[in-house]
């Protein structure tokens, strides 16, 4: 007899290091939990560890402790339970960069984003992928496309962000991630998904 599970309203929010990005969606966390979300936030490695002119690690760690109530999870032990434990109802991994594209396209789980998106994928739950990337139309295009066509997974509308003077980068409209996010729980992909 199977039984139903109910899931918190937590969505895990994983971010990578396209560090420009994150000034997008800091605003975009705060919509989730003005919707009524609570956010777990994950970091890869580089958006844990490394310093950038966009600001230091220490301080976007501390930005998101203060905007969710929860310390960031930044190691693949951390992140493994979220998916047996049912700890949450979804992923989003925003901004998801080449690297993440890459090794989630390949079934790799070696970070602690690729690791929290297996987790869940366990259960079967959805994975909303904000690409940033500026090689989205190069060396990243068959990850973007194999995951495109890969069950539970959905993404953040995207478009080119400089065609003239970066013609392979990627972005996603980071505000339509808690749309975004409301239409992977229903099984639907929100569109259109090239802006």
Not at 22 to 37: E, H, T
Not at 157 to 175: A, C, R, Y
Not at 181 to 192: K, S, V
Request: proline share 7%.
């Amino acid at each position: 007899m199977n039984q139903r599970i109910d899931l918190p309203r937590t969505v895990v929010f994983a971010l990578c290091g396209s560090f420009c990005t994150f000034g997008a969606v800091m605003p975009q966390i705060d919509a989730l939990i003005r919707r009524g979300w609570q956010v777990q936030p994950v970091l890869s490695r580089a958006a844990a560890e490394t310093d950038t002119r966009f600001g230091t690690a220490a301080q976007w760690r501390r930005r998101l402790a203060e905007l969710t109530g929860r310390q960031p999870l930044t190691t693949i032990q951390q992140v493994e339970p979220l998916g047996p434990e049912h700890l949450a109802r979804a992923v989003i991994v925003a901004p998801c960069t080449g690297a993440t594209l890459a090794r989630l396209a390949l079934g790799l789980s070696d970070t602690p984003v690729t690791m929290a998106v297996k987790s869940m994928l366990r259960g079967g739950l959805p994975i909303v992928v904000a690409p940033s990337t500026n090689d989205g139309l190069g060396a990243s295009a068959a990850h973007l496309a194999a995951l495109l066509q890969r069950k539970h997974f959905y993404f953040v509308p995207f478009g080119q962000d400089d065609s003239i003077h970066k013609p392979n980068s990627l972005k996603s409209d980071m505000t339509l991630i808690p749309d975004a996010l409301d239409c992977a729980l229903q099984g639907i992909q929100l569109q259109p998904l090239l802006l």
